[in-house]
């Protein structure tokens, strides 16, 4: 079993939380005139970083995070 | 939804009970949350009613509160809407500002609710929730709706102006802030601009919070060398793509725009999770045993503590189902809409009602009955039926801060004290007098240290 990531930028506001949590996985990037958006730098990340990966989900304000296994 | 319109649409159900001239004005006045709970059930998931002469289509159930909350600026409206806030926020402020602008400055505001800044304002939050308790005592009696809106009032002048402001604040600034929350009444939304002393009172208690808020935006420009790490701070050095700066009126709306949205939803939340909680004691038992396993060893409120504390968390989940502080949201149709077959002219004004979604038994059995365990988002469809904080691309952006405030307070409160109701259980009421609701007054609990 893998992580496999996803996310639905339509929901993404910038708050950032991913990037606290796991900035190995999640970047925002920064925008003159409108949200940040969050940018996933691995869709597949390393199992020793799950805990962060899952937290980064959980976390999310708008739950723009979704994890699946594959 | 799609903008292909055909000649075969029907038109949406139209509401009994219109009066000449005046529409459903009166009786939405009265109740407006309980109006629009009729206006679904007679009518289903479309139902048109008038607002003095507004046509307004009430969208009901997941898939259309779905279609409205992803519905985009340049179709269905926020501007053409809210332009009730124009007033209390300032001219050119957000639902008065061109489009552009307009979504700098909501990426502004959200800016100052990012990561960063919120570990600061956890600290700050527990700072003044000890601040509030330390003169209670041993027993004693309080209405919690006013010391609610005292302390959020404070919380929300702290992380958001800082520390000087916070600390500087007046009876004056209270009084201001209560004429403009006073001016947000739904006779507001029909024509914001009436003569009537309400609005004169408004108008003043925005020209005048300008003053102030200037006053410190002049010193910190004075003083470029020290930071703050608040919200203000984020607003000063905002810029536009043209990299220009918000100007003094921008930011002191800016400001306003932010406290008001934040404020006067987190004290009424609060105080309904207070009563709730005192009405519940079989569930507060059980968020105290929760909180005794996370803080019992004196660990700090802090940004981290605070993510997980999963009873407290649905409690006030509960709360924000059957007590949701906005109650209605609306948005103006800019171009024709083919829902489903039925044809919402452009004019037209789009609403939903999170207060009725939240009682729609198909969705929450037995729907006034408080129940923190039930489901709220299992499913996409449920998520689109509990709709506290909206959703989509406009979705409340400080709900990660409301949470996080609450969970704050009740952490600190629970510990400490337990919480009994001092009027009959049916005292306790949804007040929807303005347009955040809020329990009605007295909202008086009696409070005992516990041992």
Same mark, same amino acid.
């Given at each position: ?70 | ?6 000649? &075969? ?37 479309? #139902? ?17 509160? &779905?279609?409205?909350?992803? +519905? ?17 926020? +300032? ?6 500002? /061109? ?41 004693? $009696? ?24 916070? =600390? ?14 006073? @001016? ?16 004169? #009172? !408004?108008?003043?208690?925005?020209? !005048?919070?300008? %003053? ?25 050095? @905002? ?10 009126? $921008? ?10 949205? @934040?404020?006067?939803?987190?004290? +009424? ?6 009563? $709730?909680? #005192? !009405? ?37 989940? &509960? ?35 999170? =207060? ?11 729907? %006034?009955?408080?129940? /923190?365990?039930?489901? !709220? ?61 809020? /329990? ?12």
């Amino acid at each position: 079993m893998a992580m496999k990531i996803s996310i639905d930028r339509a929901l993404c506001q910038g708050h950032s939380v991913c990037l606290g949590e796991c900035p190995e996985v999640f970047n925002v990037e920064e925008s003159d005139d409108a949200y940040p958006q969050v940018v996933l730098l691995q869709e597949t990340p390393a199992e020793e970083l799950r805990d962060k990966v899952m937290a980064a989900a959980r976390y999310c304000p708008n739950h723009v995070i979704t994890v699946t296994e594959v | 939804m799609s903008g292909a319109v055909t000649p &075969e649409l029907k038109l949406p159900p139209k509401v009994s009970g219109e009066k000449p001239g005046v529409g459903h004005m009166e009786e939405f006045s009265v109740n407006f949350a309980r109006f629009l709970m009729r206006c679904n059930d007679e009518c289903g998931e479309l #139902a048109e009613y008038n607002m003095a002469g507004q046509q307004t289509v009430l969208m009901s159930g997941p898939a259309a509160q &779905e279609a409205f909350l992803k +519905g985009l600026d340049k179709h269905l409206s926020r501007a053409a809407a809210y332009q009730a806030t124009v007033p209390v926020f +300032g001219k050119g402020v957000i639902f008065d500002a /061109p489009p552009d602008r307009m979504k700098t400055q909501l990426k502004i505001q959200v800016d100052a609710l990012r990561y960063q800044n919120m570990k600061s304002y956890a600290a700050v939050i527990a700072e003044e929730v000890e601040a509030w308790v330390s003169d209670w005592g041993e027993e004693g $009696e309080l209405d919690f709706l006013d010391e609610f809106i005292r302390l959020t009032l404070n919380t929300a002048c702290h992380c958001l102006l800082g520390a000087d402001f916070r =600390y500087r604040m007046t009876a004056e600034f209270k009084a201001l802030y209560h004429d403009l929350e006073k @001016g947000l009444q739904a006779i507001a939304f029909v024509d914001p601009y009436l003569q009537q002393p309400l609005f004169e #009172a !408004r108008d003043n208690a925005r020209a !005048r919070l300008q %003053e102030l808020i200037s006053e410190i935006i002049a010193e910190r420009r004075a003083d470029p060398d020290t930071t703050y790490g608040d919200a203000l701070e984020t607003f000063m050095s @905002g810029t536009y793509s043209d990299g220009t700066s918000l100007s003094d009126n $921008e930011i002191t709306g800016l400001v306003i725009a932010t406290m008001f949205a @934040g404020h006067h939803t987190s004290s +009424g939340t609060a105080a309904w999770t207070a009563v $709730e909680l #005192a !009405r519940c004691p079989e569930y507060t038992a059980d968020i105290l045993e929760e909180l005794t396993a996370l803080f019992g060893g004196g660990q700090d409120l802090t940004f981290e503590n605070l993510r997980e504390i999963p009873r407290l968390e649905a409690f006030i989940e &509960e709360v924000l189902r059957l007590h949701p502080p906005l109650v209605l949201l609306m948005r103006r149709v800019i171009e024709d809409i083919n829902y489903e077959g039925t044809l919402i002219e452009a004019g037209k004004t789009v609403a939903i009602s999170t =207060y009725g979604s939240h009682r729609n038994p198909v969705f929450f059995p037995d729907p %006034e009955t408080f129940n /923190p365990c039930r489901d !709220r988002a299992s499913t996409p469809e449920m998520m689109w039926a509990y709709i506290p904080f909206g959703g989509g691309p406009h979705k409340c952006a400080g709900n990660a801060f409301a949470m996080m405030q609450l969970k704050s307070i009740f952490a600190a409160l629970l510990p400490k004290y337990e919480f009994e109701l001092v009027d009959p259980p049916e005292d306790y009421q949804d007040d929807l007098s303005a347009i955040v609701l809020k /329990p009605s007054s007295p909202s008086r609990l009696r409070y005992r240290r516990r041992t």
